[in-house]
C-alpha cells in the first residue's frame, strides 16, 4: 500500500518555465490537497479538491493551477514559475466522511526556481 | 476559520512527559482540533484529533479544556525519535487544514 505518492522528487526551473506536480493516492480517497511549506513556516492551502472533477482555491491559489479528472490524481501547474514558487509542495488525501477525516501526505516535493 | 498559537520551541528530557500546548480560542462548536508532527522536511505525521472529550492512542494524549479554548499534545514518554516539529491544527469545513508555525520539540538525552 503506498499511499500518497508525488512526482517528482526535486526540480530546478527557470523563471518563466512551465511543469506539473503529480499526486496518486491508493486509498480510495474523496478529497485531495496541494500545500506549500516555506522555509521556517508551517503549510498553507493552495487548491483542494472535494470528488473527481471539482477544485477550489485555498489560502494561496495565485500562480498555480490544478485538474483532478481521476479520483486518484490530483495534478498542480505552475504555467510561468517565478522565483516566489521557490518552496516544497505537498500532496494530502482524506476521506470525507467524519469520522475518517485524516488527512494523509505525501513526501513532497522540492522545487527551486531560479 | 479558528487559527491557533503554539510556543515556537520547546524542551523537553528524554524519558519525561511532553506537554505541548495550543490556544485556539476563536474555535466553534463542531471544528476539531487535530495533531500532526513533521520530523525534518518529511511530509507531516498525523497523531491525534478530538472535539470534546480527551482522547488517547498509542502515540499520545489530547487533553481538551471544557470550553474548548486551547489543548495540549501529551507525549508520555518522549523519546529522541520524537525531536520534531508538533503542529496543532483546526480542521475547517471541507476537512481543509489552517497550520500555524507549530512548536519545535527538542528531546534532549
Known amino acids: 500500500n503506498a499511499g500518497v505518492t508525488q512526482t517528482p522528487k526535486f526540480r530546478v526551473l527557470k523563471t518563466g518555465q512551465s511543469m506539473t506536480l503529480l499526486c496518486a493516492q491508493d486509498?480510495?480517497?474523496?478529497?485531495m490537497y496541494w500545500y506549500r511549506q516555506d522555509p521556517g513556516m508551517g503549510l498553507r492551502l493552495i487548491h483542494y479538491?472535494?470528488?473527481?472533477?471539482?477544485?477550489a482555491k485555498g489560502e494561496v491559489p495565485d500562480g498555480y493551477n490544478v485538474s483532478r479528472l481521476k479520483k486518484q490524481n490530483f495534478l498542480l501547474g505552475l504555467e510561468s514559475a517565478a522565483p516566489s514558487q521557490t518552496s516544497v509542495y505537498f500532496c494530502a488525501s482524506s476521506y470525507s466522511r467524519e469520522a475518517k477525516n485524516i488527512q494523509y501526505f505525501g513526501a513532497g516535493t522540492r522545487l527551486s526556481v531560479l | 476559520d479558528a487559527k491557533t498559537t503554539q510556543p515556537p520551541s520547546m524542551d523537553c528530557a528524554e524519558g519525561r512527559a511532553a506537554n505541548l500546548p495550543c490556544n485556539h480560542s476563536?474555535?466553534?462548536?463542531?471544528?476539531?482540533v487535530y495533531w500532526y508532527r513533521q520530523i525534518h522536511s518529511q511530509g507531516p505525521q498525523y497523531i491525534i484529533h478530538g472535539l470534546k472529550n480527551n482522547e488517547t492512542n498509542e502515540m499520545a494524549s489530547l487533553i481538551i479544556t471544557e470550553d474548548r479554548k486551547s489543548s495540549t499534545l501529551i507525549l508520555p514518554h518522549a523519546t529522541l525519535r520524537d525531536t520534531a516539529v508538533y503542529y496543532c491544527i483546526v480542521r475547517g469545513n471541507f476537512n481543509k487544514f489552517y497550520f500555524g508555525s507549530g512548536t519545535k520539540l527538542n528531546v534532549k538525552p
Open positions: 479538491s472535494v470528488g473527481e472533477g471539482t477544485t
Open positions: 486509498m480510495n480517497h474523496e478529497y
Open positions: 476563536t474555535i466553534s462548536g463542531n471544528e476539531y
